[in-house]
């Protein structure tokens, strides 16, 4: 029968980036094969390679557009690992969870379930699905797919040193944030418990003995977690909604009990086994329930074990599978023997990966003490905040910075106008690359057509401190006599080449500040502005084709650019000591430990 090959020697460190690794490549490996990722062009060969370009058709039918896919590019099961992961970078988690990332997620979100977008959607409103509007309830309770079970792999790496218990109530409590039907909770804590065992195997493991001891620790993964988040959520369905979830809840589990069966016979057949029949038989191919949360993490369990001997043709197994959900079986799979058997598998297939070291310092981030976590500050994500995120995308050109309403920034590296057949709109994606190092599309805005030709109306907030006149003069004393004697001005200010009068104006020698006035025979006078949000102010002048006639300068010390209006008045924006201290103090608060 074989056993699996296992390094006792591989640490926890090595084990967490394994695993988050394994599920990206198996997100971004099985995403273009999956049915409902509306693939334009025949499926590549399961001989082909792991990671390939592709196009989707994304938009809907009345906003139809062809969206390029690179290769190595992840979809909504690793953004929302990522989720998971920054939420525990915070003390309170679920707060972060729902009130920030959730509701942010939603500007970005790539290949989204129906369940988990409908719920971002009511956390950015404020409430909880559970308390929505009985029609949208409803649907919270029947949500039994596997958008939690996928999501979360960050939750077991941070409880590996508590018991299991622990862990599944953290799991149980990010599945209630979207997923209220016992099939997205059950198989979200099966997939947990199987992760929870393969990082804490320590010698030789008996081939398929991870489903023989998912059979035997019954007690473990189908309890209802404890927890005073957890009760509260009991209490506020009390009555007939918590009569129908027990019922459920049981029934579920008898059809885990089912679903473990299988694989276990499978597994002992060994090389009789034939895999599709296999899946087939765990109603993954099935349109109805492949998708389940129990259903995806059985049939996880079944591929990671049935190939173990060889992970990475066990993660192609789960990506190239025919009529399953193949990214997020492919991303389960992958977390399992990264677990398992930590990155050395993974080192020669990443090299493509999406934001590869970004993923992989997560390992670390995870697994540390959440009481040294600072207290979250972060505000509630709101409409408000996505839409004005929108507006200034919508202005974003390449090179301009940008800020997600969750408080992360980052540099749009491409402006993409995307393949449409709608004539009154062109779609666009915008690629950002985060300051913290992940990579993210978006197309939730489009521009008119022969956009070119109109003004720009949405522009970024500035926050302008002081406007001045620098004024240039001939001879700088006898100028400041006549607007002290004349007009009464205090000098507030004085050095040798300028003098600064009643905090107004700026009187400065000719000769010393002649480059930037001189025009032809004459002397022009330069309108200066003192700001705390210079690179914002920079954008706008940008967006709206103000001429340049000195770049912004480099560095963080004094920067300064300069500009004409309309009428080709020199405009000199200079950043102040206040908008130093803010990009320390946003940089410090970016910057990861």
């Not at 920030?100 to 379930?113: A, H, I, K, M, Q």
């Not at 004539?423 to 599309?441: C, K």
């Not at 000098?491 to 930037?516: C, H, M, N, W, Y």
């Amino acid at each position: 029968m074989g056993t699996l090959v296992f390094r006792s020697t591989i640490d926890i460190l090595d084990r967490s980036e394994g695993a988050l690794l394994g599920a990206a490549l198996g997100d971004a490996a099985g995403w273009p094969q999956e049915p409902a990722a509306r693939r334009i062009g025949r499926r590549p060969a399961a001989s082909g390679p792991l990671l390939t370009a592709w196009q989707r058709r994304a938009g809907g039918r009345f906003r139809s557009y062809l969206e390029p896919i690179a290769a190595g590019e992840y979809s909504d099961d690793t953004q929302l690992i990522l989720a998971s992961a920054r939420s525990l970078m915070h003390q309170d988690w679920w707060r972060h969870l729902t009130q920030v990332e959730l509701p942010t997620w939603t500007l970005y979100e790539r290949g989204g379930g129906g369940a988990t977008k409908r719920a971002a959607a009511m956390w950015l409103r404020g409430t909880p699905l559970w308390a929505a509007p009985s029609r949208d309830a409803e649907r919270y309770f029947a949500a039994g797919g596997n958008g939690v079970a996928m999501r979360i792999l960050p939750h077991v790496i941070a409880g590996t040193g508590t018991p299991f218990q622990t862990t599944a109530a953290a799991v149980f409590e990010n599945g209630i944030a979207s997923h209220g039907h016992p099939r997205a909770l059950v198989g979200a804590l099966l997939h947990a418990n199987v992760l929870f065992r393969a990082f804490r195997q320590k010698a030789t493991l008996s081939y398929g003995g991870l489903v023989h001891e998912l059979i035997a620790s019954k007690t473990e993964w189908s309890a209802v977690p404890e927890s005073a988040r957890i009760h509260e959520w009991t209490r506020s369905i009390d009555g007939t909604m918590s009569d129908a979830f027990r019922h459920h809840w049981l029934s579920t589990i008898d059809e885990v009990e089912r679903l473990l069966d299988i694989t276990a016979r499978a597994i002992d057949e060994g090389t009789l086994a034939v895999d599709a029949e296999v899946l087939r038989s765990l109603g993954a191919m099935n349109r109805e329930t492949g998708g389940a949360g129990t259903v995806t993490a059985v049939a996880a369990l079944f591929l990671a074990s049935r190939f173990a001997a060889d992970p990475m043709l066990a993660l192609r197994q789960a990506a190239f599978a025919p009529s399953v959900d193949t990214d997020t079986i492919a991303s389960m799979t992958g977390s399992i023997l990264g677990a398992l058997y930590g990155c050395e598998w993974l080192r020669a297939a990443v090299g493509q990966l999406q934001d590869v070291a970004y993923l992989g310092g997560f390992g670390i981030l995870c697994s540390s003490n959440r009481s040294n976590m600072p207290i979250d500050h972060v505000e509630r994500v709101t409409t408000t905040n996505i839409r004005r995120a929108e507006r200034m995308l919508a202005a974003a050109k390449e090179g301009d910075y940008w800020e997600l309403p969750d408080g992360r920034t980052g540099i749009v590296t491409r402006v993409l106008e995307l393949e449409s057949k709608v004539t009154r709109t062109i779609p666009v994606m915008w690629t950002v690359r985060l300051t913290d190092g992940q990579t993210i599309h978006l197309t939730k805005a489009s521009r008119q057509r022969n956009s070119e030709h109109s003004t720009p109306t949405n522009f970024y907030p500035v926050d302008v401190h002081r406007v001045i006149v620098r004024l240039p003069v001939a001879d700088l004393q006898a100028a400041a006599g006549f607007y002290t004697n004349v007009l009464g001005l205090p000098i507030t200010a004085q050095t040798s080449i300028s003098v600064e009068v009643g905090r107004l104006l700026i009187l400065v020698k000719r000769s010393t500040d002649g480059r930037p006035q001189q025009e032809g025979n004459g002397w022009r006078s330069i309108v200066r502005v003192d700001t705390g949000t210079i690179d914002a102010v920079w954008r706008n002048a940008r967006t709206f084709g103000a001429r340049i006639k000195d770049p912004l300068s480099p560095g963080t010390s004094r920067r300064f650019f300069r500009c004409e209006d309309l009428d080709h008045n020199v405009i000199e924006v200079v950043e102040d000591a206040h908008g130093r201290d803010r990009v320390a103090i946003e940089q410090q608060r970016l910057s990861l430990p």
